[in-house]
């Protein structure tokens, strides 16, 4: 049954078993968790006494109408047994419609599914104007229709069919009964030369006897540990697999630093939801902005339109964006703005006449995104290895050596010269994360080889691209994690940045390529002059205001201090970890605190420490770390740090069978 959210039963006559079908099927969705209320049109006949009241009532499982003191199932309730229209009639009253459909309505807003008996057929007076048909149409419900075996059900069943059609009102379904008292043939040809009409018509609808009803959808969950054991046998998470799911905690709001579930446990977001809850979780200011933006436009094609989110927010953005990336190509999540910062490398040179210059140059170690172009720039053996056959090949120099904080020396940029002047006249273009690669390697890298890319780029014209996407507003202390490398008198800029994550501050999906006038205007003056890229929901304008929203609350007060704040907190909390037999290294940069350890502790363990710290942490490979959202409270901090220091402290569990790369 294709059921709306709001479904009118009728009959090809009355007595054909309308209420047994309205109320099994509110039945039969009830018992499989589905919410379903089921409500009469109007009620003719003075049923308050009768048994038939009793029956409906037990029928529609003693569901009372909100409205009526009587507890009928209906809003408006008429004595005489007829037509509404003519029952009203006989009372000097009319039937009110809106009053109706505001019944209907509310329903529909209190519940998944509301299930409306009709009064009689689809042709049945509800006023002298308008038929239930009528109401039907106007109100865009499916309608379900119920008929049975006797002589005649065919003609008044295709009849109605053939109505609806005419009308281009959906048929949610055919339900017929058995008649009791016809011959077993004529009863059985009822259902064959219905579905050989809908047939014929084009129309996939079911037929069913009602004996055998069914829900077609899965059994959808009924309570929290139904919904997980759903969950974990349906729905992939990241990096994930459907056998033997990993545990998922079913998340009900969140505000501030805390994830609260389902059970009422709080947990701290110690990883910012993937490090792009910056300012907290559902932070007013940007929720308002989605919430008020969606009451004027939540979407148009950036095909041959635009809108006032998107001009905002380039201008913003331009304001933040290292000086002169004042052109912005709005993406669709971080992958994407990796992909087509590629692409400008790539079409940059292609404008300039090198068409061998299609690739890139990339460090060892990093981490680009999910989809292919931004996987084959990630660290080729890290967690993408298996789709090495697929994936276009770039050139990698060795993952920098040299820590942040560390001496340089120039023996440091020797992997990345040689790969240079190996591949010259084939690297469009160089792309790192600048300062922290976070997602393969959770390390900061010194400053140095950040100066020693934005030299070789200059000296080769290759377009120099900084995944600002993990690093970028403020994680690792300066607005910019490149401006680590920089001084007054020298800025190191890319020619092309990619910046998401935190960008929405975790509200909605959305990221950006910023780019040099320079890289523009080359593209812009060769052929294609078009940039060939175009997502569908390109510039979402919900996403759009949600950034808007997230660029005030950075430039309203000082996010350098805060993410220095938690830098002191993280130093001071992590340094017990030191000490601990299971760990390498420890390391803090602005808000990013690792502890890298042997081995991970069991996941039993990992669990454990949540559980019992209440501080949500989302170890991987050889990683325990924080990146919680920049407004986390110093008490917060001192707790993650304890669960991770609580965590390092246990035994090493048992090698990852895939290398434990799951971010
Ligand atoms: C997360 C991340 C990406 C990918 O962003 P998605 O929105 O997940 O596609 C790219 N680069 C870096 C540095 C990231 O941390």
């Given at each position: 049954m294709k059921l709306g959210r709001v479904t009118l039963v009728s009959g090809i006559d009355t007595g054909v078993g309308k209420t047994i079908v309205t109320g099994m099927l509110a039945h039969q969705m009830r018992e499989r968790g589905q919410d379903a209320i089921t409500m009469k049109l109007v009620q003719t006949g003075n049923v308050r006494s009768s048994e038939d009241l009793e029956q409906h009532r037990l029928l529609m499982g003693g569901i009372r109408f909100p409205e009526d003191a009587a507890g009928l199932t209906a809003p408006q309730i008429f004595a005489y047994p007829a037509s509404a229209e003519l029952a009203a009639r006989l009372e000097g009253k009319r039937v009110d419609l809106r009053k109706i459909v505001r019944a209907v309505n509310r329903c529909a807003a209190a519940h998944r599914h509301v299930l409306i008996e009709s009064a009689g057929g689809l042709f049945v007076p509800l006023t002298s104007r308008k038929l239930t048909i009528d109401l039907a149409r106007e109100q865009g419900w499916p309608i379900l229709l119920v008929t049975n075996g006797r002589l005649g059900s065919i003609n008044h069943t295709l009849a109605a069919i053939d109505a609806l059609i005419v009308r281009k009102i959906p048929l949610a379904g055919v339900i017929y009964d058995w008649a009791p008292d016809?011959?077993?043939?004529?009863?059985?040809?009822?259902?064959?030369?219905?579905?050989?009409?809908?047939?014929?018509?084009?129309?996939?609808?079911?037929?069913?006897?009602?004996?055998?009803?069914?829900?077609?959808?899965?059994?959808?969950?009924?309570?929290?540990?139904?919904?997980?054991?759903?969950?974990?046998?349906?729905?992939?998470?990241?990096?994930?697999?459907?056998?033997?799911?990993?545990?998922?905690?079913?998340?009900?709001?969140?505000?501030?630093?805390?994830?609260?579930?389902?059970?009422?446990?709080?947990?701290?977001?110690?990883?910012?939801?993937?490090?792009?809850?910056?300012?907290?979780?559902?932070?007013?200011?940007?929720?308002?902005?989605?919430?008020?933006?969606?009451?004027?436009?939540?979407?148009?094609?950036?095909?041959?339109?635009?809108?006032?989110?998107?001009?905002?927010?380039?201008?913003?953005?331009?304001?933040?964006?290292?000086?002169?990336?004042?052109?912005?190509?709005?993406?669709?999540?971080?992958?994407?703005?990796?992909?087509?910062?590629?692409?400008?490398?790539?079409?940059?040179?292609?404008?300039?006449?090198?068409?061998?210059?299609?690739?890139?140059?990339?460090?060892?170690?990093?981490?680009?995104?999910?989809?292919?172009?931004?996987?084959?720039?990630?660290?080729?053996?890290?967690?993408?290895?298996?789709?090495?056959?697929?994936?276009?090949?770039?050139?990698?120099?060795?993952?920098?050596?040299?820590?942040?904080?560390?001496?340089?020396?120039?023996?440091?940029?020797?992997?990345?010269?040689?790969?240079?002047?190996?591949?010259?006249?084939?690297?469009?273009?160089?792309?790192?994360?600048?300062?922290?690669?976070?997602?393969?390697?959770?390390?900061?890298?010194?400053?140095?080889?950040?100066?020693?890319?934005?030299?070789?780029?200059?000296?080769?014209?290759?377009?120099?691209?900084?995944?600002?996407?993990?690093?970028?507003?403020?994680?690792?202390?300066p607005l910019w994690a490149h401006q680590h490398a920089e001084t007054p008198r020298h800025p190191v800029t890319p020619d092309v940045m990619a910046v998401g994550k935190a960008l929405t501050g975790g509200h909605l999906t959305l990221a950006a390529t910023l780019a040099s006038g320079k890289v523009a205007d080359t593209i812009s003056n060769g052929t294609p002059s078009a940039f060939m890229h175009g997502p569908t929901y390109m510039a979402n304008p919900l996403a759009c205001a949600a950034a808007c929203a997230s660029l005030d609350l950075f430039a309203q007060s000082d996010y350098a201090a805060k993410a220095k704040t938690i830098e002191t907190s993280l130093r001071r909390g992590l340094e017990p970890a030191r000490r601990l037999p299971n760990v390498r290294d420890v390391r803090v940069l602005g808000a990013v605190g690792v502890i890298e350890v042997e081995r991970l502790p069991a996941r039993t363990e990992i669990d454990r420490i949540i559980d019992t710290t209440g501080v949500w942490l989302r170890p991987f490979a050889n990683f325990i770390y924080a990146m919680p959202p920049l407004t986390t409270s110093a008490e917060h901090v001192n707790r993650i740090t304890s669960a991770m220091v609580g965590l390092a402290r246990c035994p090493p569990g048992p090698p990852p069978a895939d290398g434990g790369f799951h971010e």
């Open positions: 016809v011959p077993p043939e004529i009863d059985r040809d009822t259902p064959r030369a219905i579905r050989r009409f809908l047939r014929q018509r084009g129309l996939d609808v079911r037929v069913e006897n009602v004996s055998r009803i069914q829900i077609p959808e899965p059994r959808p969950p009924v309570s929290s540990t139904a919904a997980i054991a759903y969950d974990r046998s349906r729905i992939w998470h990241p990096y994930a697999s459907l056998k033997d799911a990993p545990p998922v905690r079913l998340a009900q709001s969140a505000s501030g630093d805390e994830i609260e579930l389902a059970d009422g446990t709080r947990l701290v977001d110690a990883v910012a939801s993937w490090w792009c809850v910056a300012h907290g979780h559902n932070h007013p200011a940007i929720t308002g902005a989605i919430r008020r933006q969606s009451e004027r436009l939540s979407h148009v094609m950036f095909g041959g339109f635009t809108h006032e989110p998107a001009i905002r927010l380039a201008h913003k953005l331009a304001d933040f964006a290292p000086r002169g990336l004042d052109r912005v190509f709005f993406a669709d999540s971080g992958s994407i703005a990796v992909e087509v910062a590629v692409k400008m490398a790539i079409q940059y040179q292609h404008a300039k006449g090198r068409t061998r210059r299609t690739r890139m140059l990339s460090l060892k170690g990093g981490y680009h995104g999910d989809t292919a172009c931004a996987m084959a720039l990630s660290d080729p053996d890290g967690m993408h290895t298996l789709f090495a056959g697929m994936m276009p090949k770039h050139f990698f120099a060795e993952k920098p050596r040299i820590p942040f904080g560390g001496r340089w020396h120039e023996d440091a940029a020797a992997s990345i010269r040689e790969a240079v002047e190996a591949h010259r006249d084939e690297i469009a273009g160089i792309i790192c994360e600048s300062i922290l690669q976070a997602a393969n390697a959770m390390s900061f890298y010194h400053p140095a080889y950040l100066r020693l890319l934005r030299q070789l780029a200059d000296e080769n014209d290759f377009v120099l691209v900084f995944d600002e996407i993990a690093a970028g507003f403020h994680r690792t202390g």
